[in-house]
């Protein structure tokens, strides 16, 4: 999780989805759309709400992830994940 930039990288992440899906939903909102009862015709509505979330998630996580993250280690943990443990690599990338 250090390798991410720790935990705000999630909370920076999940505060841009959010803030992103209520201001896509307030959009739709305008338009006659209610999330409730749900109906299969409103699916691409759901979807923006889906699709601005993630969106905007993977922005504010990569910019965290940027700013304070350790991309070598991060590297080293995602591509060795099955040998960190098995016990065969060390997880500290070794310099």
């Not at 299969?40 to 905007?56: E, M, S, W």
């Not at 965290?64 to 065969?88: A, E, I, W």
């Amino acid at each position: 999780m250090e390798a991410q930039g720790g935990n705000a990288s999630v909370i920076v992440g999940t505060q841009w989805g959010l803030t992103a899906s209520v201001l896509t939903y307030s959009m739709l909102r305008g338009q006659d759309f209610k999330v409730l009862p749900f109906a299969a015709r409103k699916t691409q509505g759901y979807a923006k709400i889906g699709v601005a979330f993630l969106g905007f998630y993977m922005l504010g996580h990569g910019l965290v992830m940027g700013k304070f993250g350790d991309r070598r280690q991060f590297n080293h943990l995602y591509m060795n994940k099955s040998g960190c443990l098995n016990g065969t690599v060390a997880w500290d990338k070794e310099e």
